[in-house]
């Protein structure tokens, strides 16, 4: 589990620049009064210090798709409710700067030390290095060389693997642009669904503005720091067959995350038992929930053998061993009560919830068994107020449905003695909640 808090990287600079941009605003049909602003042509290093004739030359072959849809989210057409501050809002920016501008940098087979550290600087990449220096397995000299390798086309799969955080090759640089040149036709359609999703599952007054940004490097497929979602275009490029596949889905369910953040806030503290055992139930929830929150984003069939596919096929194998993943919560109390053993805690923490463990099928389960037996209002309401009642609204379901698999007693009776928030729960929108799947984040 990674966690980090880290300052929301300021993307104002991708914004000042209006140059050559090109801007359209359309209203959808359930969307009256939206904005949707789709901005191509950007030349992202404008406002970065960078010498003048440099900057010249950079803006004739960088191209960013810098694609902002505020959606209203609404489900009835109405202007009265546009202006509504109980409806939610999620504003999403696509950004692929940092994999346009390798690409374009090695067009130019530039590879100056002025280039390459505008190259570095870019948001994505002060994430991925800052990633890397607490981690230790990446550092700015490393990611330096590994791009330079690349702009002069000495890189490759065995100098840098590209399971590994710092890897920037490709291979095909044409392939990749026409991915995202994919992506940018479509990215708006995205943006849509996303946020039609998102508002289904969201408390009233949720207002989200966030930067997904595409990139290169990385061990992650996707994750959300402070807000921001990155996304490694590998895992849709080389790891299974090409294809966007999923990305709606994942990033619904990293944008999920900030909607939790937000109503209930993220608690981590493993100090003490019941903080630790507060923080365990909370990420059940938080990841169950997000999962069943990205399972249908998308409703129809995603290519074999894609990213998406594959990962939805996890979703539904995993969903089946419900019945028998919930009995294992019992290692999470015999960890924390009734003396608290750090280190079966961590133990059990880790292997309920890295690699998608069976924690995520838990959760999974609970938020579907309330939202099917209860309603959406029921589950939108456990998001609000945490996993104490997310776990009590599910074992009152269980006492008279006797086909859902029970809560461990112990495991019961510590919920109900459990305090509703931690004091020193994140603060709303402060809290970063990386998911992992084998060796990505989700
Ligand atoms: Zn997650």
Not at 379 to 395: N, Q, R, S, V, W
Request: hydrophobic share 35%; charged share 25%; aromatic share 8%.
């Amino acid at each position: 589990m990674k966690t980090t808090m880290r300052q929301k990287e300021s993307n104002l600079m991708y914004r000042k620049d209006s140059s050559n941009k090109k801007c359209t605003t359309f209203h959808g049909p359930k969307c009256q009064g939206a904005n949707a602003r789709l901005t191509h042509g950007l030349n992202p290093m404008a406002t970065s210090k960078t010498p003048s004739g440099l900057k010249k030359v950079r803006s004739t072959y960088f191209r960013a798709l810098l694609l902002t849809v505020l959606s209203c989210l609404l489900l009835a057409p109405s202007a009265t409710a546009a202006t509504d501050p109980d409806k939610p809002t999620l504003e999403i920016t696509f950004d692929d700067t940092a994999i346009r501008e390798l690409i374009a940098l090695a067009k130019a087979k530039d590879s100056s030390e002025a280039s390459v550290d505008n190259w570095l600087n870019l948001p994505a990449n002060k994430y991925i290095l800052s990633v890397g220096e607490a981690e230790q397995n990446l550092t700015r000299d490393q990611f330096r060389a590994n791009a330079i390798a690349e702009i002069n086309g000495t890189a490759t799969p065995q100098t840098q693997s590209p399971t590994d955080i710092g890897c920037l090759w490709m291979s095909s640089t044409q392939d990749y642009t026409a991915m995202l040149n994919g992506f940018e036709d479509s990215a708006e359609a995205r943006i849509r669904r996303i946020a039609s999703r998102l508002a289904k599952f969201s408390p009233p007054g949720t207002h989200i503005k966030e930067t997904v940004y595409l990139h290169l490097g990385g061990d992650w497929d996707a994750v959300n720091d402070n807000g921001d979602i990155y996304v490694n275009i590998r895992f849709w490029h080389d790891l299974h067959r090409p294809s966007w596949d999923g990305i709606n889905m994942i990033v619904a369910h990293e944008s999920m995350h900030t909607v939790q953040n937000m109503a209930y806030g993220n608690p981590r503290d493993n100090s003490s038992a019941t903080p630790a055992f507060v923080t365990a139930m909370s990420k059940i929830q938080r990841e169950g929930t997000a999962r069943y929150v990205e399972n249908d984003t998308d409703p129809e069939a995603y290519a074999t053998s894609s990213y998406g596919f594959y990962e939805r096929a996890i979703t539904s194998e995993t969903y089946r061993s419900f019945p028998t993943d919930i009995k294992k919560l019992e290692t999470v109390y015999a960890a924390c009560f009734p003396k608290f053993d750090v280190d079966k805690y961590t133990e059990a923490y880790v292997d309920g919830v890295d690699t998608g463990g069976p924690f995520y099928d838990v959760g999974y389960g609970m938020a579907r068994a309330i939202d099917e037996r209860l309603g959406r209002k029921r589950l939108i309401d456990t998001i609000i107020h945490g996993p104490k009642d997310f776990f009590a609204e599910y074992a009152g379901l269980c006492a008279t449905d006797s086909s859902l698999p029970k809560l461990p007693a112990d495991v019961l009776k510590a919920v109900a003695d459990m305090p509703v928030k931690l004091d020193t729960s994140s603060p709303a929108g402060q809290s970063t909640s990386p998911v992992t799947k084998g060796e990505k984040n989700h």
